[in-house]
Antibody
């Protein structure tokens, strides 16, 4: 059974770079799926950040595109998120998810990790 | 200001039926893209509830059903149970944004 697990620092300083990794276990990241990052500010709704295919192809939310980089490491069966120039508005629970289909849906989610932006 | 619009809250008594609407536009739902629904219990990750407008993943009770028409979609929950109290989100693809979009979420309260 495929599982996703996010990891990374829970506290990032303003203007710094948020870095998270999503480990895929029980299956291969090179399967025919896209892999996404979704975030949720405290008490608010869900926001899609971007996605990556095992080939390295990416798509990003236009509102975050200038600050986001998503990469894949097939040797470690994981994918990563980097968000630069963070502010308090980037404080959120960050989820990684498996993305199914052409106009995909997210059938599998990690438990999420809270990242707080504060000095 | 989500791309997809949902009511902030709905409520119903145990055993009743409630519906949650999700309104989009010609660049997402109206363009023919599928709508998907998620249930988020307090303190947990979202869980896929309905995919492809009306399909239930294995394990989701048939009390949950989805439909789509024009630029809108709906999630219906019949035979309400206390355990259904959660936040519900719709999601689709938007061609003008070239990516996934979510509704703002609807909090379901079981009275």
């Amino acid at each position: 059974q495929v599982q996703l697990q996010e990891s990374g620092p829970g506290l990032v300083k303003p203007s710094g770079t948020l870095s998270l990794t999503c480990a895929v276990s029980g299956g291969s990241i090179s399967s025919s799926n896209w892999w996404s990052w979704v975030r949720q500010p405290p008490g608010k709704g869900l926001e899609w950040i971007g996605e990556i295919y095992h080939s390295g192809s990416t798509n990003y939310n236009p509102s975050l595109k200038s600050r986001v980089t998503i990469s894949v490491d097939k040797s470690k069966n994981q994918f990563s998120l980097k968000l630069s120039s963070v502010t308090a508005a980037d404080t959120a629970v960050y989820y990684c998810a498996r993305d199914i289909g052409a106009d995909g849906y997210f059938d599998l989610w990690g438990r999420g990790t809270l990242v707080t932006v504060s000095s | 200001q989500s791309v997809l619009t949902q009511p902030p809250s709905v409520s119903g008594a145990p055993g009743q039926r409630v519906t949650i609407s999700c309104t989009g536009s010609s660049s997402n739902i109206g363009a023919g893209y599928d709508v998907h629904w998620y249930q988020q219990l307090p303190g947990t990750a979202p869980k896929l509830l309905i995919y492809g407008n009306s399909n239930r993943p294995s394990g989701v009770p048939d009390r949950f059903s989805g439909s789509k028409s024009g630029t809108s979609a709906s999630l219906a929950i019949s035979g309400l149970q206390a355990e259904d109290e959660a936040d519900y989100y719709c999601q689709s693809y938007d061609s003008s944004l070239s990516g996934s979009v979510f509704g703002g979420g609807t909090k379901l309260t079981v009275l």
